[in-house]
């Protein structure tokens, strides 16, 4: 009913760039928080970066400066763009929402995209 589509992932140098996006689709009725979490080898899937509807954004600390989350609400779109990439940054990057659906506006729950992995070589 609800499908979160991840795209732009892909192999970089570090130091390189990258921008991600990711489309929800579906029978939506709103969309809340979206977001941003990865999940490297061999390690627990860990939050990125959020954005609230209006725009107000959270950032894990090892990414602060050089990625920069955005949306677009008209099109529930969210964006990614990493900068800076480094070694460390290699996972398979997951989007997130939470949303509702037009057959039950008032019940908000989350849904994962099926991932897009970024490979940063040194």
């Known amino acids: 009913q609800v499908q979160l589509v991840e795209s732009g992932g892909g192999l970089v140098q570090a130091g390189g760039s990258l921008r991600l996006s990711c489309a929800a689709s579906g029978m939506i009725f709103g969309i809340n928080i979206m977001g941003w979490y990865r999940q490297a080898p061999g390690k627990q899937r860990e939050l990125v970066t959020t954005?609230?509807?209006?725009?107000?954004?959270n950032y894990a600390d090892s990414v602060k400066g050089r990625f920069t989350i955005s949306r677009d609400n008209a099109k529930n779109t969210v964006y990614l763009q990493m900068n800076s990439l480094k070694p460390e940054d290699t996972a398979l990057y997951y989007c997130?929402?939470?949303?509702?659906?037009?057959?039950?506006?008032?019940?908000?729950?989350?849904?994962w995209g099926q991932g897009t992995q970024v490979t940063v070589s040194s």
């Open positions: 997130n929402a939470d949303l509702a659906v037009i057959s039950s506006p008032s019940t908000w729950q989350n849904y």
């Open positions: 954005i609230t509807r209006g725009g107000i954004t």
